[in-house]
């Protein structure tokens, strides 16, 4: 059975530091991970998606790797702003052809 | 070019009630799944639809279903409601099968269950 992790659950950051969230899952046989963002009561927004194949997306100050071979996959975020204070989601695609969902870092970036 | 719409927005009802929720993706999507999010549990599939087919389902009670129309808009209903319903109700679309690209995701539905 497929089980998705992430470290931490919280963490809170002055602005300007480089941070990092952790994905880990237990099953390799993946199709793809995406990285998500959800601000409180909304829904959730597509930050990057990592095709099973591919190593690295970036896109802006975001950058998420994987390594599947490890179960791990990582979101790097650069300069933090308080704009960034929300909660950040991983989800798998397993070869059920299931999504699923990591148990989220809610992160605060602080002024 | 317009997100994924999910009607209502928030709703209450009591045990025992039954509930629609209603979700339109994306223009040209014909893929759309939908999430149940709590605190406790976390955000959890419940089923997806292509092309007015039940592809996948979760691990719900057959309390809950849904369907797929012929312009790809989907319904969820939930019968006989109990207090454990309550949840944010999440819906995606993507433009092919399953989940090999890009999924969009609507506000979410909040139900509450008195």
């Known amino acids: 059975k497929q089980e998705v992790t992430q470290i931490p659950a919280a963490l809170s950051v002055p602005e300007g530091e480089n941070l990092v969230l952790n994905c880990s899952f237990t099953d390799s046989a993946i199709y793809n991970l995406q990285w998500f963002r959800q601000d409180p009561g909304k829904g959730l927004t597509s930050l990057l998606l990592?095709?099973?194949?591919?190593r690295e997306q970036t896109s802006g100050r975001l950058n998420a790797s994987l390594d599947k071979s490890s179960g791990r996959s990582t979101l790097y975020i650069a300069a933090s702003q308080p704009g960034d204070s929300a909660t950040y989601l991983c989800a798998v695609t397993h070869n059920t052809d299931k999504l699923i969902f990591g148990t989220g870092t809610r992160l605060q970036v602080f002024p | 070019k317009a997100g994924v719409t999910q009607t209502p927005r928030y709703l209450i009802k009591t045990r025992g009630q039954q509930v629609t929720l209603s979700c339109s993706p994306i223009s040209g999507h014909r893929s759309v799944s939908w999430y149940q999010q709590t605190p406790g549990q976390g955000l959890q599939f419940l089923f997806e639809y292509f092309s007015e087919t039940q592809r996948n389902k979760g691990n719900f009670p057959g309390r809950f279903s849904g369907r797929q129309f012929s312009n790809s808009r989907s319904e969820m209903n939930v019968s006989t409601l109990e207090l454990g319903d309550s949840a944010l109700y999440l819906c995606?679309?993507?433009?092919?099968?399953?989940?090999?690209?890009?999924?969009?995701f609507g506000e979410g539905s909040r139900l509450t269950v008195l």
């Open positions: 995606a679309s993507t433009r092919g099968s399953g989940y090999t690209g890009e999924l969009f």
């Open positions: 990592i095709q099973s194949s591919q």
